[in-house]
């Protein structure tokens, strides 16, 4: 049973900008108290105070031992993917044609799509993450699978059918007018329902006509609050293949602003070979950058240059990217975030690490204003962290400063960590 007004006392940290602008980014009540009223937030403080003036029959779930974050918010999945993660030997073209195709032309099989879409929701859920930006395949029932899955789980996720009408198998194969067509018509069933979304999702533009990127960058403005997701400068053979196919763009993310897919809610996965022009013109339209690191060292695509984003004032969130990607935890995807960082002479602290995985991350998605923290308003959304889930965790994360126990459990947490998964103030996954 839901219930009206709750609460849940614990360690409780958010943040209310990125500490890597503002020292007093991060908020932590050592002992904190999160008053829930209808899925929602109602108050937020430290625990004693808010009781001595609340009703004594308040229901309240007690957390004390455990960290309680906004739930993670993972900016670049590929649910048709699940099947394949850790698929051995191949960069990104070759993975592609040797695994993701043959895994994604399955999905022509509602059945198949309706089993994956199912066990990827809950499989976000023992791993915290409550919203995702999600590809689904070509086939317009995978998009319904999956969005059907996340609603009945009140998740918050955003989808699209994916746009490809050449360089992939026939079975994969859509057309111009037909993907636009589609995704109209998903747009119309699902846009908005709930706490659903729809991104139009031009896979990236080696597999698109001109056509066929004209008319996503059209359904796109034909929508105040469409999201729309795609691929860029991944991997240095791809770039190449991109120059080749659009010879007359000044780069790889150029030929996306030619065809109006930059813009407010329009976010780009990799984002590894940009320059300084193309970050500029990300930062200038709004267009946001999914760093993905467990894929892009999985499929030796290179190392991000987060300082650089940021220094150019681009927004940035992260993205497990499964099936390229090889964890569905945010904790292990961080993990190899801060190490991609390191190869790269950058920097990433706890705290910033955790900012990307929760309010940037919602900040990438333009979805601020409902989730990404614990403003009062938002949607209680929250993910409840064992800091001593494993005997070693237990050893190394229970004594020191606050960013030292948030270092310890994004290096070695993992699912293992994730006591509970709430979604609108409700336990939607329990350890
Ligand atoms: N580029 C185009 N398609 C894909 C995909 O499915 N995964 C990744 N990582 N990159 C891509
Ligand atoms: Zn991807």
């Given amino acids: 049973m839901p219930h009206a007004l709750h609460a849940v006392r ?57 960290l309680i974050l906004p739930g993670f918010v993972d900016t670049h999945v590929h649910y048709a993917q699940t099947d394949i993660i850790a698929s051995h030997g191949e960069q990104l073209l070759a993975w592609l044609e040797r695994y993701t195709f043959p895994a994604e032309a399955r999905f022509a099989d509602p059945a198949h799509a309706a089993e994956v879409a199912a066990f990827f929701c809950d499989e976000l859920l023992r791993n915290g993450t ?132 930059l813009g407010p809610r329009t976010v780009f996965a990799h984002c590894i070979w940009l320059d300084d022009a ?14 993905c690191p467990t894929s892009n060292l999985f499929l030796g695509s290179g190392l991000f240059d987060l300082d650089r984003a940021h220094a150019q004032g681009v927004r940035v969130g992260i993205g497990t990217d499964v099936g390229g990607g090889t964890s569905f935890s945010m904790l292990q995807t961080l993990n190899e975030a801060y190490k991609v960082l390191q190869l790269n002479g950058q920097h990433l602290s706890p705290e910033r690490a955790f900012y990307l995985a929760t309010l940037g991350g919602a900040r990438s998605l333009y979805l601020d204003h409902r989730i990404g923290n614990f403003a009062p308003g938002k949607e209680a959304d929250f993910v409840v962290l064992d800091p001593a889930a494993t005997p070693l965790l237990a050893r190394r994360a229970l004594a020191g400063t606050l960013a030292e126990r948030l270092f310890v459990l994004m290096m070695l947490g993992d699912d293992r960590c994730i006591a509970a998964t709430h979604i609108l103030g409700e336990p939607a996954w329990t350890r």
């Fill in 278 to 291: 193309d970050r500029a013109r990300m930062a200038a339209t709004g267009a946001a950058i999914s760093f």
């Fill in 130 to 261: 409550t919203t995702a930006l999600a590809f689904a395949t070509v086939h317009p029932a995978s998009v319904d699978a999956l969005l059907s899955a996340a609603h009945a789980r009140r998740m918050r996720m955003i989808a699209g059918k994916v746009l490809m009408d050449r360089n992939c198998p026939p079975a994969l194969r859509d057309t111009a007018h037909g993907g636009y067509a589609a995704s109209k018509a998903l747009i119309e069933r699902w846009h908005g329902t709930g706490r659903l979304g729809y991104a139009v999702t031009p896979r990236f533009a080696p597999t698109s006509s001109d056509a066929q990127m004209r008319l996503a960058g059209q359904l796109y403005a034909e929508y105040p609050d469409l999201h729309l997701q795609s691929h860029v400068a991944e991997n240095r053979s791809e770039v190449a293949w991109a120059a080749q196919l659009y010879p007359t763009a000044r780069s790889y993310l150029d030929v996306y602003e030619g065809f109006g897919q």
């Fill in 10 to 66: 614990g360690e409780i940290l958010h943040f209310l900008a990125d500490p890597a602008d503002r020292s007093d980014a991060l908020v932590h009540f050592p002992d904190g108290l999160l008053l829930i009223e209808n899925g929602h937030i109602a108050a937020l403080g430290p625990a004693p105070a808010m009781l001595a003036t609340l009703p004594p029959e308040l229901p309240v779930t007690d957390h004390r031992g455990k």
